[in-house]
Structures are given as structure tokens and as C-alpha cells.
């Protein structure tokens, strides 16, 4: 999966353990113990599920789930207005995943 160097960072350090995608036909069949692979900007890591939360908006799951696990230098409202910048509200539709994750393998060149 492609990810935003900010975001990409904060999983390296461990500081970022909830990934926020759409529930889109590329991410249904994630469930715990699956490898996501993020890529960003020639550089690569590897992830395991811990956990899948499916939530109807990213309102819902920003009220259910730790803010800080998500990005812990943002604040709930500046997370929600980012990742309505990176999904239109036709893509939230389809329902909201918030993806536990743990490091496996740290970045390196892809």
C-alpha cells in the first residue's frame, strides 16, 4: 500500500499503530494476522494486522477509536478534516476500516 511519508514515519518509530483506509474491493479480504507492505517514496516495510475494526464513517470510527494511535500529533479534528482531503465522501461510503498494526520488518530502500 502506498502511504504518505508523514504517516510512513510514524509507523517506523512505532508511534503511529492504526491505519485508516476505505473499505474498498482491494482491502475486504484484510483480517488479522495478513503482511500490508507500505511503500513511500523508494522506501518499503512491513506490517502485520493486530486487529480490523469495520465502521461506517471516519466520524464514527474517530469517536470509537484512540486518536493518537492514528497520527499522535494531530488532533481528532485535524485527523478528520486530512483524511476527508485524501477520500471524497462517495470512497467513506463504502464503509471505514481502522487497521491495527505492528511492525515485522523496519524501512529500507524498496
Do not use: H, W
Request: hydrophobic share 35%; glycine share 6%; with cysteine.
Amino acid at each position: 500500500m502506498g502511504i504518505y511519508k508523514r504517516y510512513f514515519d510514524l509507523i517506523a518509530t512505532g508511534r503511529k499503530t492504526t491505519e485508516v483506509r476505505v473499505n474498498d474491493s482491494s482491502r475486504r479480504n484484510i483480517e488479522t494476522g495478513s503482511l500490508i507492505r507500505f511503500r513511500c517514496e523508494g522506501d518499503e516495510m512491513l506490517t502485520r494486522v493486530t486487529r480490523v475494526a469495520r465502521y461506517d464513517s471516519f466520524e464514527e470510527m474517530f469517536d470509537r477509536e484512540p486518536v493518537a494511535s492514528v497520527n499522535p500529533t494531530a488532533t481528532r479534528e485535524d485527523q478528520l478534516a486530512n483524511v476527508r482531503q485524501i477520500y471524497p465522501p462517495e470512497r467513506e461510503a463504502l464503509g471505514v476500516l481502522a487497521i491495527g498494526i505492528e511492525l515485522v520488518d523496519p524501512p529500507r530502500p524498496a
